[in-house]
């Protein structure tokens, strides 16, 4: 699985790629009508346009507001320092399951957690599953994993019935 890095620098190849050949194209059709003069004017042009572009392109994919769920267990995401992460699991406290308040943080230093809320159900149904949202502040640059298990707190020795993980990279 690529690393965040890997797809910027993909990313960034490809923008490049296609600016110069869209370039190119403009330089070969102007060159033809107007002169080696104005070859020279849009070759100038076309050389800054694929440095702003590129700069775009290369630019930190990393967000200041992220939102995840369980379909991101197991992921690496790209997080803005000083950016809030919120992450949304599904929750059904009529079970006896919950997931654990306080997520698991690897490296504290990086990120830390600022709140956790349970969402009750839309709907009024008995036994109704609601939702566990925490809320997490990256503090600065640096890679931490974030862990929780879903379990019966009164259950400690058993198995959770589910797990999730994420690996936050702050920029």
């Given at each position: ?70 379909t991101n267990s197991g992921k690496e995401v790209a997080l803005a320092a000083g950016g809030t992460l919120t992450i949304t699991l599904e929750s059904n406290i009529t079970t006896g399951y919950s997931w654990n308040e306080t997520a698991n943080i690897s ?65």
């Open positions: 699985m690529p690393t965040v890095e890997k797809l910027k620098l993909i990313r960034c190849f490809e923008t490049l790629a296609l600016t110069t050949k869209v370039q190119n194209i403009i330089i070969e059709e102007r060159s033809d009508k107007e002169g080696e003069n104005m070859k020279a004017r849009w070759i100038s042009v076309c050389i800054m346009n694929t440095v702003l572009l590129s700069l775009l392109a290369c630019s930190s994919g990393a967000s200041k507001e992220l939102s995840v769920d369980i490296d504290k230093l990086v990120l830390q957690q600022t709140g956790h809320k349970y969402e009750t159900p839309a709907t009024p149904a008995l036994g109704a599953g609601g939702k566990e949202v925490w809320t997490i502040k990256a503090l600065k640059a640096g890679k931490s994993t974030i862990s929780m298990e879903y379990r019966r707190p009164f259950e400690p020795t058993a198995a959770p019935a589910n797990t999730f993980t994420l690996i936050v990279v702050v920029q």
